[in-house]
C-alpha cells in the first residue's frame, strides 16, 4: 500500500483532496498546523479512518519534519500548506512570508534529506496568481512571473525555491499552478462564499471596483481528480498549469450565483438590487488566464465546465453544513480585510 504524506490537508482544497483520496487504496499522513481558517477533524468526511493519521505540526522545525519523514516512509508528498487570502496578505504580508516561504523551505529541506534515501517526488500546490495580470491571451508554463500581492509574490517564492532545489540537489518537486476554486469547505470569507452568504441573510454582496476582474473557475472536486491524476502520472515535466477554460467577471459570476439562489427562492434580494460596489483592492489584478495544453495533452483529464452545477452544488453544501459554518464563524467577524490607509 502506497503511503502519501500531505501537508496543509486541512485547509480548503486539502481537505477535499483527502476526503477524495481516503477512498483509494493508500495510507495517509496529513500534517497540518490547524490555524482559525482549518477544517476541524470531526468535519472531513473521510471514508477510510484506519489508513488516515493526523499530526497537528507548523513546518517550522526542519530536524522534527525529517524525523517524520523517517517514520512514515512516505512514497508520494503533496504540500498544500500556504496561507491564501490575497486581502489578508495586504493587511499582514510577515506573516505571509513566514508561512508561504520559509515554512516551504523548510518542508523541500526535509524532503531533499530523505530523498538521498528514496527518490520520491514532491508535489507543489500553486497558483496562477503568481503569473500576474494578462489582459489578452494565456500564461504558459515558462512564462515569467509577475506577481502583484504579498500572497502570489510569496507563492512565487516558494515556486522559485523549489526549482532552484530540483537544480541544486537534483531532487524531484514538481509544481502544479491552479486557477481559482471553489466548492465545500471554503473559509466564508473568499468571494463565492461571500456572496452565498450575503444572499441567503438578504444583504447585498459586496463586489470590488466595478467587478469586471476576470478570474478562471474550477470546481474543487475537479482540481483534486487531476491532482491525483497527476501525482499517479508517469509524464515528465516541472512545473504544470491545470485550469478548466471557464473565464468570467466577478459581475457576471454574482449574476449567475445571484439567478441561481433567487429562481429556488433562497433570497428575497431584488434583482436589481443585490450588490454593493465597494472600494477596489489595492493591486488588483485585471484578469488571470492559465494555458493548460500540456495539462490536457498528456496527464488527458477533462475537467468540467459547467460553473453552474458547481455553484449549485456548493450552494447546497453550505446549507447542509451549517454546523461547519457555525464552528468557523466563530473566528470570522465579516470584516474586510486588506485595506490601506
Given at each position: 500500500?502506497?503511503?502519501?504524506?500531505?501537508?496543509?490537508?486541512?485547509?480548503?482544497?486539502?481537505?477535499?483532496?483527502?476526503?477524495?483520496?481516503?477512498?483509494?487504496?493508500?495510507?495517509?499522513?496529513?500534517?497540518?498546523?490547524?490555524?482559525?481558517?482549518?477544517?476541524?477533524?470531526?468535519?472531513?468526511?473521510?471514508?477510510?479512518?484506519?489508513?488516515?493519521?493526523?499530526?497537528?505540526?507548523?513546518?517550522?522545525?526542519?530536524?522534527?519534519?525529517?524525523?517524520?519523514?523517517?517514520?512514515?516512509?512516505?512514497?508520494?508528498?503533496?504540500?498544500?500548506?500556504?496561507?491564501?487570502?490575497?486581502?489578508?496578505s495586504i493587511s499582514?504580508?510577515?506573516?505571509?512570508?513566514?508561512?508561504?516561504?520559509?515554512?516551504?523551505?523548510?518542508?523541500?529541506?526535509?524532503?531533499?534529506?530523505?530523498?538521498?534515501?528514496?527518490?520520491?517526488?514532491?508535489?507543489?500546490?500553486?497558483?496562477?496568481?503568481?503569473?500576474?495580470?494578462?489582459?489578452?491571451?494565456?500564461?504558459?508554463?515558462?512564462?515569467?512571473?509577475?506577481?502583484?500581492?504579498?500572497?502570489?509574490?510569496?507563492?512565487?517564492?516558494?515556486?522559485?525555491?523549489?526549482?532552484?532545489?530540483?537544480?541544486?540537489?537534483?531532487?524531484?518537486?514538481?509544481?502544479?499552478?491552479?486557477?481559482?476554486?471553489?466548492?465545500?469547505?471554503?473559509?466564508?470569507?473568499?468571494?463565492?462564499?461571500?456572496?452565498?452568504?450575503?444572499?441567503?441573510?438578504?444583504?447585498?454582496?459586496?463586489?470590488?471596483?466595478?467587478?469586471?476582474?476576470?478570474?478562471?473557475?474550477?470546481?474543487?472536486?475537479?482540481?483534486?481528480?487531476?491532482?491525483?491524476?497527476?501525482?499517479?502520472?508517469?509524464v515528465k515535466y516541472?512545473?504544470?498549469?491545470?485550469?478548466?477554460?471557464?473565464?468570467?467577471?466577478?459581475?457576471?459570476?454574482?449574476?449567475?450565483?445571484?439567478?441561481?439562489?433567487?429562481?429556488?427562492?433562497?433570497?428575497?434580494?431584488?434583482?436589481?438590487?443585490?450588490?454593493?460596489?465597494?472600494?477596489?483592492?489595492?493591486?488588483?489584478?485585471?484578469?488571470?488566464?492559465?494555458?493548460?495544453?500540456?495539462?490536457?495533452?498528456?496527464?488527458?483529464?477533462?475537467?468540467?465546465?459547467?460553473?453552474?452545477?458547481?455553484?449549485?452544488?456548493?450552494?447546497?453544501?453550505?446549507?447542509?453544513?451549517?454546523?461547519?459554518?457555525?464552528?468557523?464563524?466563530?473566528?470570522?467577524?465579516?470584516?474586510?480585510?486588506?485595506?490601506?490607509?
Amino acid at each position: 500500500m502506497k503511503k502519501i504524506l500531505i501537508t496543509g490537508g486541512s485547509g480548503f482544497i486539502g481537505t477535499n483532496f483527502i476526503n477524495l483520496i481516503s477512498k483509494k487504496k493508500l495510507k495517509i499522513l496529513n500534517i497540518d498546523k490547524i490555524s482559525k481558517i482549518s477544517t476541524a477533524e470531526k468535519f472531513k468526511k473521510i471514508h477510510s479512518t484506519k489508513n488516515y493519521s493526523f499530526v497537528k505540526y507548523n513546518l517550522s522545525d526542519k530536524r522534527r519534519l525529517l524525523s517524520i519523514f523517517n517514520k512514515f516512509k512516505p512514497d508520494i508528498v503533496v504540500n498544500f500548506a500556504a496561507e491564501s487570502h490575497v486581502d489578508r496578505s495586504i493587511s499582514d504580508p510577515i506573516y505571509f512570508i513566514k508561512n508561504n516561504i520559509i515554512s516551504s523551505t523548510n518542508l523541500f529541506f526535509s524532503y531533499k534529506e530523505y530523498f538521498k534515501k528514496r527518490k520520491i517526488k514532491l508535489f507543489h500546490i500553486s497558483t496562477d496568481e503568481v503569473y500576474g495580470s494578462i489582459r489578452q491571451g494565456q500564461f504558459k508554463e515558462n512564462d515569467n512571473y509577475n506577481p502583484s500581492s504579498p500572497y502570489s509574490a510569496s507563492k512565487a517564492s516558494s515556486d522559485l525555491i523549489a526549482k532552484a532545489f530540483n537544480r541544486t540537489y537534483k531532487t524531484k518537486i514538481k509544481i502544479l499552478n491552479l486557477t481559482n476554486n471553489f466548492g465545500p469547505y471554503q473559509y466564508p470569507e473568499k468571494f463565492i462564499p461571500t456572496l452565498i452568504f450575503h444572499f441567503l441573510k438578504n444583504k447585498k454582496a459586496p463586489i470590488y471596483g466595478a467587478g469586471l476582474n476576470i478570474r478562471e473557475w474550477m470546481y474543487v472536486d475537479d482540481c483534486c481528480n487531476a491532482i491525483v491524476k497527476c501525482i499517479f502520472s508517469d509524464v515528465k515535466y516541472e512545473q504544470l498549469n491545470i485550469g478548466s477554460g471557464v473565464r468570467i467577471t466577478n459581475l457576471d459570476l454574482a449574476k449567475l450565483l445571484f439567478k441561481i439562489m433567487k429562481k429556488r427562492k433562497l433570497t428575497k434580494l431584488k434583482e436589481n438590487n443585490f450588490l454593493k460596489n465597494v472600494k477596489d483592492r489595492p493591486g488588483h489584478d485585471i484578469r488571470y488566464a492559465l494555458n493548460s495544453n500540456f495539462f490536457k495533452k498528456n496527464i488527458k483529464l477533462n475537467i468540467s465546465k459547467n460553473l453552474k452545477n458547481g455553484l449549485i452544488s456548493t450552494i447546497n453544501w453550505y446549507i447542509e453544513n451549517k454546523k461547519w459554518l457555525k464552528s468557523v464563524n466563530k473566528s470570522y467577524d465579516f470584516k474586510r480585510l486588506g485595506l490601506i490607509d
